[in-house]
């Protein structure tokens, strides 16, 4: 198979770089050997394989750890959530992600660098970067992928992922200066992700679910603090009500999924640090009829210790539906 690589040309009088060649002087920046790679392509088609072939025939060394390629397609804040709870644990280096139901728009690319030059996340600036940005602490800088040298030539304009992002992944990963790849946008200014804050209320704790996993436990935008504020401050009052539409279910405050009796339902703080609604070894979204979005209010409820009520419901209602 061909190398791809940046086009032949000349930038600032230096010859743009062909691939596995690195620019010397003080434009080289920091090589990677590790790039993280998040999408909605799914494993159906090519799309994932080709951009493995783009990344290694410029950075034929580098590592690439597939992060995800489950994000529901076109589903922005999904993939930004899933970036952000995974960022922490990511290996320093190039982070690519693509999620862009924009592409093809003027919509800009952008890359973006954090820790002090020890990562870059790489791709649109649609909302996918920023929640994973925050999450470790901030942009150092930020380049808008402004100049095509770095790009591969293109038949069409629908394919970012291996036209754009990928060649510029991979350009990183070999040394190549931030800097380089083209104007300089203020780190500060990166299009903001959409998602909700959950709040403490007169009636309850209002939250919404922010992700179902695969197992059927449904996190929510709400963290342990946020339970000892609806509790007057109580951190370890354990008796809930959760109210979802007109049912309400009683729910105890647990630490592992088997805590939970079968048939009831658990509030459980996640490995991300959220709570989450969980049932013992069932998908508590399928039982509940819960997806993301979803709005949630949760109670604080009194009784005796140890007391339980099983949850039975039916399927989720459609829209318009009785509850």
């Known amino acids: 198979m061909p190398r791809h690589g940046g086009r032949r040309g000349r930038r600032g009088g ?12 003080p434009t080289v920046g920091r090589r990677h050997d590790t790039l993280s790679f998040l999408s909605d392509y799914g494993t159906d088609d090519e799309f994932v394989g080709v951009v493995h072939s783009v990344v290694h025939g410029i950075a034929s060394d580098v590592r690439i750890v ?23 644990y990511l290996c320093p280096g190039v982070v690519l992600a693509v999620v862009d139901p924009g592409v093809g728009t003027d919509r800009r690319g952008v890359a973006v660098e954090v820790g002090g030059g020890q990562s870059v996340l790489v791709g649109p600036d649609n909302g996918l970067l920023a929640p994973a940005v925050a999450m470790v602490g901030g942009a150092d800088r ?28 991979a350009h990183l990963a070999t040394g190549v200066d931030l800097a380089e790849l083209g104007e300089a946008v203020d780190p500060n200014g990166l299009f903001p992700a ?26 929510l935008n709400a963290g342990p603090e946020d339970l000892a504020e609806l509790a007057g401050g109580d ?51 399928a039982d509940l009829g819960l997806g993301p979005s979803d709005p949630v209010v949760v109670e604080v409820a009194d009784g005796p210790e140890g007391t339980s009520t099983a949850v039975t419901l039916g399927a989720r209602p459609e829209p318009g539906g009785g509850g």
């Open 14 to 25: 230096r010859p743009v770089p062909r691939a596995g060649r690195q620019l010397r002087g």
């Open 66 to 88: 597939d992060v995800t390629h489950g994000i529901p397609p076109h589903d922005v804040r999904a993939g930004g959530l899933a970036l952000a709870r995974s960022a922490q």
């Open 142 to 169: 930020a380049v808008s992928l402004t100049d095509p040298a770095w790009h591969l030539p293109s038949p069409g304009t629908t394919f970012d992922g291996r036209d754009v992002f990928a060649p510029v992944a």
């Open 194 to 219: 959409v998602v909700s804050a959950a709040g403490v209320e007169a009636d309850g704790l209002h939250a919404e679910v922010w992700w179902i996993d695969r197992f059927g436990n449904a996190q």
């Open 235 to 285: 951190a370890g009052h354990d008796r809930f009500r959760v109210r979802i539409g007109e049912r309400v279910l009683p729910a105890r405050l647990v630490a592992a999924y088997d805590a939970v009796e079968p048939g009831g339902l658990g509030l459980l703080v996640d490995s991300a640090g959220l709570v989450s609604l969980v049932m013992a070894r069932t998908s508590t979204a």
